[in-house]
C-alpha cells in the first residue's frame, strides 16, 4: 500500500464532528493539564505490517512523518505496551489515508484478556481525539471494518493518562560499558565495536563509509532504558534510530532523529530491553559512523517482570487415586477427539503417582497421557492406555498427533493395543504384559515410535509398515512388513538378514537423550532434563534416572492467548517455556537465545506464524531442548518455520548438543498454509529424535500449489543424529543433508501424492527429487534402515529415478535401504543413485539395497 501524502493531509481536514464520545481534534490539540503522554517509545506489536518500512513501533516514535500500516485486510490491531499499569483518560489516532472505519480501543492488564472502553462504527479517519475512561498496561486499537481498500495506517497511535507515581529518576552509570558490543561493520582492525564502550573517549567504533549501519550493546539482561549518549568522533549521523530488543532479533524504535548535529548527543528515551541500537540510516559526512562512546543509562522504573509458574490451564487434566469418575472425563474428552483429526482441541491428561484401576484410557487426536512420577512405575494403571481404528474402519493409517507417556500400564487381557501412524510417541513406558501395534481386525497402519520403554511381553508389529524402536526393553518382536529399526533394544531380534525378515539392528543408539519430562515432587510441579548417554541400551530409568531438575517456577506457562512478544520476554527474562495446551498464533518468531532453555509442551500445543513469519529460531548455544509441540504452517508463506542455529553456525555443541523431540511440522490439512523450507538445522552435533514433518495429503487446504512446500529438512550443520526421521509428501527434496559426518537411524518417507504429471517433478535431467539427498560436498555420512515409498495418484505414469541420492565416496555409508512402489502408482527406476532394481507392476513389493557402496 502506498497513498499520497496528499490524500493523508486531506483526511486530517476533516470537519469537526462528535463522534460517540469521540472528539475530532485539529492537528496540535494539546492534552488536558493532568493528561500526560504515555505510550510514545513502548514497546508495541500489531497484527501485520504492510511492509519493512511501515513497522508498528513508527506508530509510537513521535515522528508524524512516518506511519504504521497493515496488510490489507480486516481484523487488524496495534497494541501499546505502557509497562506498567496505567489510568488511561484518552487516546488520539492520527489516520493516515487508509484509516479505520470501525474499530475498538481496548486495554488489558496482561495482553491477553481485553476490555472495550471505546467502539466505532462510523469513523471518519483524519485526527480522532477520543476521551476514554479506563485502565491497563496494554491499550490496543482493535480495527473491525477498513474505511478504504487498503490496511489500516496510522501517522502516531498517543495514550494519555497516568500511572499514579513520579517518575523514578534516570541513574547516571553508564550500563554499556565493557558489555559485548557488535556492529554491522568496522571500518579496519583499529575501530572495532568494542572500543565504543570500553569507557575510553579516546578510542572508537567507526564503520564502513555506506548506509545503513548500525551498534549494538548487549547488556545482559532486560532493563528500562531512560537515555542514550551519543558521543561522536567527526563522523557521525545525521539520520538515525535509537532502538531497544528482548532477543536482539526484534527491535522496538523508541526516538528517531533526522537532524543530527554531531558531537555529544544526549537523549532521553523510555523503552525496556536486552539490547540497545544505534539504527544508523544517512551519514552526515562521506565517512561512515564513528563513535567514541556510546552510553546506555538506565532506571526510570523497573521492568515488570512475568511470573514462573502458575496454574496448568483448563485443558490440563491432573488426577489422583482419589478422584472420583476418571473413566467418565477420559470417555468425554475421547468422544470429542477421537476423529478430530484437524480439530482445535488440545488435552493432556496428567496422573499423580499411585495406583489406577479398572481403567480404559483411550486417547484420541491432539491428547497426551502422562504419569506424575520420577518413574514410570511410580503411576500404575490396572487397565489399558489404548489406541484403536474404528473411527476410521478399522484403518490406523491416520492415527496421528497423541502420545503416551511415564507410565505403568498392567493390560486387562494381558495385552495393551497402541494402533498408531506417525507422530504418536510411546516413550518412557512400562507395560506389564505385551504390546499390540496393530488395529483390532489387524487393518493398516504406518509407522510408529517407542523409546526409553520396557515391555515385559513381545510386542506384536503385525500389519506395521514401518516401525522405529529406540533405548529400550522388549521380551520379543514379531512379524514387520518392510521396515523395522531397532537401536539401543534388549531383546531386539537379530539384524543382517534384512529384507527377509525387514528387520535392522543397531546394538546401541550412539548418542541420546531422553525427552524432558512434567512430574511431581512432593507437591512441586518440575520438569525433569535426563542426562545425554552415549552408546545407550536400554532404558534410562532402571536405576536412579540420571539427569537434573527444574522447578516450575523458572517456566513460563504459557496459555492460550498469549502474544508472541510476551513469550519472547519471557525467554529474555531467562525462563524456559511450558506450553499449555492450545492453539497459539504468532505474529513473530519466537527467539531462544539462552543455552539450556527447555522449551516443552503439553497435549501437541500448535503454534501457527502469521505473515510468513518462521515460527521459532534456536541460537547457536549449548543444550536447547525442544520437545512435544506442533508446528502448523500459516496461509502466509515462511521461508522457514523452525530453525537450529543460525546460518554458518560453527560451534561444538558435542558435550551438550541442542535436541528436538516429538516436534512435528504441517503444512496444509488444518487449512491452506504454505513453507518453503519446514526445518533447518544448522548448528552442529543437534539430535533429532522423532519427528513428523508432513505436507499434508488430506484434510482441508492441500493441493500442489495450495499448500506447496517445497523442502522438508535441511541439515547444514556438521555431527548431526537423526534417530527415527519421517519426513512426507513435499514438493521437491524431502531432506537435504549438506552437514558432514551425519547419522540417520530410520527413515520413513512418502513422495507428494498430488504431482500432477512428470514434468511438475522434473529436476533438470533426474527424474524426480529423491527423498534424501546427501549434498556432493559431503564426505561422511551414514544411514540404517531407511525406506521410501510413492503413490502418484494423480498421474501414475510418474517415475523417480532415485529414492536415494548420495557422492560416490568411501566415508558415505548406507545400510539397509528400500523403495515401494504402492499398488503401482509411480515407480522407482533405482534404489540409490543408480544402484537398485526398478520397482515394476502392482504387487507393491521392496526393491532393496543392503549394502551402500
Known sequence: MRLTSARGI????????????????LPGATANAADSLISQGKTVTASSTENGGTGASLAVDGNNGTRWSSAATDQQWLQVDLGATATISKVVLNWEAAYGKSYQLQTSADGTSWTTVYSTSTGTGGLETVNVTGSGRYVRMNGITRGTGYGYSLWEFQVFGTTGATPPTCGTTNAAQGKPTTASSTENGGTGAALATDGNTGTRWASAASDPQWLQVDLGSVQQICRVVLNWEAAYGKSYQLQTSTDGATWSTVRTTTNGTGGTESLDVSGSGRYVRMNGLTRGTGYGYSLWEFQVNTGGGSVPQLPGGGDL???????????PNIQAKLDEVFAQQESAQFGTGRYQFLFKPGTYNNLNAQIGFYTSISGLGLSPDDTNINGDVTVDAGWFNGNATQNFWRSAENLAVNPVNGTDRWAVSQAAPFRRMHVKG??????????????????????????GNYSQQQWYTRDSSIQGFSNGVWN????????????????????????????????????????????????????????????????????????????????????NA?????????????????????????????????????VIPDNGVTALKVADVDGVKLAGFLIDAGPVNSATLLEVGPANSSADHGANPTTVQDVFVRVGGAGAGKATTAVVVNSDDAIIDHTWLWRADHGEGWGWETNRSDYGLVVNGDDVLATGLFVEHFNKYDVQWYGNNGKTVFFQNEKSYDAPNQAAVQNGSVQGYAAYKVGDNVTTHEGWGLGSYCYYNVDPTI?????????????????????????????????????GAPTSGTGTTPSVVVSYP
Open 10 to 25: 486531506a483526511a486530517t481536514t476533516t470537519t469537526l464532528a462528535l463522534l460517540s464520545g469521540a472528539v475530532l481534534a
Open 313 to 323: 490451564g483448563p485443558n490440563v487434566i491432573v488426577f489422583d487415586p482419589s478422584t
Open 434 to 459: 505385551g504390546l499390540n501395534l496393530a488395529p483390532s481386525g489387524y487393518g493398516w497402519a504406518s509407522g510408529g515410535y517407542i523409546a526409553d520403554s520396557k515391555i515385559d511381553g513381545s510386542v
Open 484 to 567: 523395522q529399526v531397532f537401536s539401543g533394544v534388549q531383546g531386539a531380534p537379530a539384524g543382517g538378514a534384512f529384507p527377509n525378515p525387514p528387520y535392522t539392528t543397531l546394538d546401541t543408539t550412539p548418542v541420546s537423550r531422553e525427552k524432558p519430562f512434567l512430574y511431581l515432587d512432593g507437591n512441586d510441579y518440575k520438569v525433569f532434563v535426563p542426562a545425554k548417554r552415549t552408546n545407550a541400551s536400554g532404558v534410562s530409568w532402571a536405576g536412579t534416572p540420571q539427569g537434573s531438575s527444574i522447578p516450575l517456577s523458572q517456566f513460563y506457562v504459557v496459555k492460550p492467548g498469549a502474544t508472541a512478544a510476551t513469550i
Open 570 to 606: 519471557a525467554l529474555a527474562q531467562g525462563l524456559n517455556l511450558l506450553f499449555t495446551p492450545g492453539v497459539y498464533h504468532v505474529d513473530q518468531t519466537i527467539n531462544v537465545t539462552r543455552a539450556d532453555t527447555v522449551v516443552l509442551g503439553l497435549g501437541l500445543a500448535t
Open 799 to 835: 517415475r523417480q529415478d532415485h529414492g536415494f541420492e548420495a557422492p560416490v565416496k568411501p566415508g558415505v555409508k548406507f545400510h539397509d535401504l528400500l523403495v515401494v512402489s504402492l499398488g503401482g502408482n509411480g515407480q522407482y527406476n533405482h534404489v540409490i543413485n543408480d544402484i
